[in-house]
């Protein structure tokens, strides 16, 4: 049976799965906010970045503030998937809070957390639109090209509404995607946040001479930090969430999670990665930014260190902040950090 999506957001990772529900049989419409993207996608119906050719079952809306919806001669549910950046993700859901407001779930593959507010994008969702909207995340060891080349992928799929998971996953399972299932949705989305963090210091460490069983190590710490924060953000906040000490230990072993981590500390595709290595080798940490661009890993170690309450952050996370903000030395605050 196919599904109606509406994909909010045109980064690779958004075509990509656009793309890749569109061969499922699905119809897609894809809303892209920069005008030259759109007009380019619209004209030539395909990515040349990501070699996709898009076929007709994808459509390309130019979004805007003043974009309007016109749902009156559909006569079939629509699933809505958020896939911006992290600093385009509570934009997204305020400009059109209307919109989304009259669905009942919001599906989102971006990962990290608003650094405005520093809020998790599910308490995003939450304040601005309802608590009682079904949220669903995708994640896991994988990039784009991946998903576009049909290399195999195993990824969690984390939702409050077991029904939603199901349904998302009917429509994008294949012998070469595999979606595994779990409630534990803060777990997914702190992991989400920490495997750009972890990955820095494993930059940092590789080009420095560690080896990988000395990265495994931090490896380990990282998701030991990422289940004490997810752990302390259920039992003091909204019990909706709280799910069982075994499921959240499960979550540790997870693609969202463990399965996150190798893939951005060890490979060099990472830019969280790759910023580690440029800071191990003594690069400024201005002129890495410049040379990498967008670096969240950068970003979320201040917003967790200056939400440190909130969160109950540890040693990853100080660590990192040390480095890069208050110009320690990284390779001896790596040493302190793994004795």
């Given at each position: 049976m196919s599904n109606y999506f509406?994909?909010?957001?045109?980064?690779?990772?958004?075509?990509?799965l656009a793309n890749h529900l569109t061969k499922q049989g699905n119809f897609?419409?894809?809303?892209?906010?920069?005008?030259?993207?759109y007009l380019e996608l619209?004209?030539?119906?395909?990515?040349?970045?990501?070699?996709?050719?898009?076929?007709?079952?994808?459509?390309?809306?130019?979004?805007?503030?003043?974009?309007?919806?016109?749902?009156s001669e559909k006569?079939?549910?629509?699933?809505?998937?958020?896939?911006?950046?992290?600093?385009?993700?509570?934009?997204?859901?305020?400009?059109?809070?209307?919109y989304f407001s009259m669905h009942d779930s919001i599906t989102w593959i971006t990962k990290g957390i608003d650094h405005k507010s520093g809020l998790l994008f599910h308490k995003i969702i939450d304040n601005i639109l309802s608590k009682k909207i079904d949220k669903c995340l995708l994640s896991g060891?994988?990039?784009?090209?991946?998903?576009?080349?049909?290399?195999?992928?195993?990824i969690s799929i984390g939702s409050t509404n077991l029904n939603l998971a199901n349904t998302l996953i009917n429509a994008m399972q294949t012998d070469k995607f595999n979606l595994l299932y779990t409630d534990d949705l803060?777990?997914?989305?702190?992991?989400?946040?920490?495997?750009?963090?972890?990955a820095i210091l494993a930059g940092i460490m590789t080009t420095?001479?560690?080896?990988?069983?000395?990265?495994?190590?931090?490896?380990?710490?990282?998701?030991?930090?990422?289940?004490?924060?997810?752990?302390?953000?259920q039992s003091t906040g909204d019990k909706s969430y709280l799910v069982s000490d075994s499921q959240a230990l499960e979550t540790l072993a997870s693609p969202a999670c463990l399965g996150d981590m190798l893939l951005t500390c060890f490979n060099d595709i990472s830019r969280n990665r790759q910023f580690g290595l440029k800071l191990g080798a003594k690069i400024k940490i201005q002129q890495s930014l410049k040379d990498i661009g967008t670096v969240e890993?950068?970003?979320?170690?201040?917003t967790l260190y200056e939400n440190k309450n909130k969160y109950h952050c540890g040693n990853i996370v100080f660590a990192a902040y040390k480095i890069l903000y208050q110009s320690e030395n990284p390779i001896e605050v790596v040493k302190k950090l793994l004795n």
């Open positions: 509406r994909i909010f957001g045109a980064g690779e990772w958004g075509l990509a897609v419409e894809i809303y892209i906010r920069n005008s030259k993207k619209n004209n030539t119906n395909q990515c040349n970045n990501l070699k996709i050719k898009f076929n007709n079952k994808a459509v390309f809306n130019l979004l805007s503030k003043k974009t309007t919806f016109d749902d006569n079939f549910k629509i699933y809505n998937i958020i896939a911006t950046s992290s600093s385009g993700f509570a934009d997204i859901i305020e400009e059109h809070k209307d060891p994988s990039f784009a090209r991946d998903l576009v080349n049909e290399d195999n992928i195993i803060i777990g997914m989305e702190i992991s989400g946040v920490i495997k750009n963090i972890v420095n001479g560690y080896n990988n069983q000395e990265i495994g190590k931090l490896i380990d710490m990282a998701k030991q930090e990422t289940h004490e924060i997810s752990s302390y953000i890993g950068f970003l979320s170690t201040k």
